[in-house]
């Protein structure tokens, strides 16, 4: 049930998935019985507030971005955990250092966000992630009376293991527990006046499967004029580059896999590893075991992560599971070639033959083989290149995510 996690590991997560349910139950009852009262439809402007947490200020900045362009937002107010960026429009919050040590960071800033609901109004409450950020959010919404958005960021994932299976949860995978809590989680998803999910297949999944409603494609967006400078193929340092959190989802490991199996071909090879978790030791042991070590680069967390991607033929991705990477679509502007799995939404982006490859997940030798043929062929990586580079500047760019977002916040004015 629990596979290959410590015992106290094993407890704190049967422990935060009772309690989730628990909370789940509560949280259904209350916002059940609260009517919502009709909204003000005189203001042509709406204050947004945030809650959630924050991965990296390239994260923050490829979400809060567009929102800050938005011509129908006033300002947002900020009670994120981590850095976000600097911006007249953003407000940030705090969370009070003595409640966040009395009973924790999470549910400090759940009970902050009701608080200031309620103080401050703002007219659209969005949460990152279902527990508890999203939930809290729902639960002050009601309370005030603000419209309430679900950023589901980790795509279906979030529904298979109702919200309590993201990639850095104390439950890492789908268990019993999720299974109780499925249900109720999905009974609460229709209170909210709409969810935000970041590529096709999971609003197929959300409006088909569980006839979900008000669901809006809105990913991370790109600031194209980052990777203005086009670097040509001889003149790229890196053969393949991974970015991402080093943690059990993204399947690290598999990326050393893959670099074994190209270095039988080619002994050379240049690879690079941007990222930091807690992975990182056990990486570097298993690259020395698997005699890689002189072809991998460990870059730890970057945050001008352009500068790596403007240099490499080749992103590779090996995630067991993804909604549409943001790391994926950087990759693609500066010029990387994706040879990914085939998993979430990634194929919303990777045309499989065309922009890159999608590779069933754990077959390295053909990640091998995709991924030399392009690290060998200027003729063959010109033409994914530029493909991929041309449909994540489409679909990703600051100024396609920002009409996006005036889009969706348009209904609740």
């Not at 960021?153 to 309590?164: H, K, N, P, S, W």
Request: hydrophobic share 45%; net charge positive; proline share 4%.
């Amino acid at each position: 049930m629990y596979k290959d996690q410590p015992t106290t590991r094993k407890i704190i997560g049967i422990a935060v998935g009772t309690s989730a349910i628990i909370i789940y139950a509560i949280s259904y009852l209350l916002v059940a019985m609260v009517r919502r009262r009709k909204h003000s439809s005189e203001k042509s402007e709406l204050t947004v507030m945030l809650t959630g947490r924050v991965d990296s200020k390239n994260w923050a900045n490829s979400h809060l971005a567009p929102l800050t362009q938005a011509d129908n937002v006033k300002k947002i107010l900020s009670l994120l955990d981590g850095q976000i960026i600097e911006h007249p429009k953003i407000i940030p919050l705090t969370v009070p250092y003595w409640l966040r040590f009395l009973i924790g960071r999470s549910p400090a800033r759940s009970i902050c966000t009701i608080v200031y609901a309620i103080t401050l109004r703002p007219d659209v409450i969005m949460g990152y992630h279902f527990f508890p950020a999203a939930l809290s959010a729902l639960i002050a919404a009601k309370i005030s009376n603000a419209h309430c958005i679900y950023q589901m960021t980790a795509g279906r994932l979030e529904i298979v293991g109702a919200g309590l299976a993201t990639e850095s949860s104390l439950i890492p995978e789908p268990n019993f527990l999720s299974d109780i809590a499925k249900p109720v989680m999905i009974k609460l998803c229709g209170y909210f006046d709409a969810i935000i999910v970041r590529g096709s297949k999971t609003k197929n999944y959300l409006t088909e499967n569980l006839q979900m409603q008000n669901v809006h494609i809105i990913q991370g967006s790109i600031d194209v004029k980052r990777f203005a400078n086009d670097v040509s193929f001889d003149e790229r340092k890196y053969d393949i580059a991974f970015v991402g959190r080093l943690v059990p989802i993204k399947q690290p490991e598999h990326v050393l896999y893959v670099i074994a199996e190209l270095v039988k071909s080619k002994p050379d090879l240049r690879a690079v590893i941007v990222g930091d978790g807690p992975l990182l030791g056990k990486l570097k042991q298993s690259a020395r075991a698997l005699n890689i070590q002189a072809n991998v680069e460990f870059a730890g967390h970057i945050e001008n992560v352009e500068t790596i991607l403007s240099q490499s033929k080749v992103f590779i991705l090996t995630s067991r599971s993804e909604s549409l990477s943001i790391a994926l679509a950087e990759a693609m502007v500066a010029g990387a070639v994706p040879v990914v799995s085939d998993v979430g939404d990634l194929s919303d982006l990777v045309k499989n033959g065309k922009t890159g490859w999608l590779i069933e997940p754990g077959n390295f030798c053909d990640y091998g083989k995709k991924a030399l043929s392009i690290i060998d062929s200027f003729y063959d990586y010109s033409k994914y290149s530029e493909a991929a580079k041309q449909l994540a500047i489409e679909n990703n760019s600051l100024e396609t995510i920002t009409t996006r977002w005036q889009s969706a916040l348009s209904s609740f004015i």
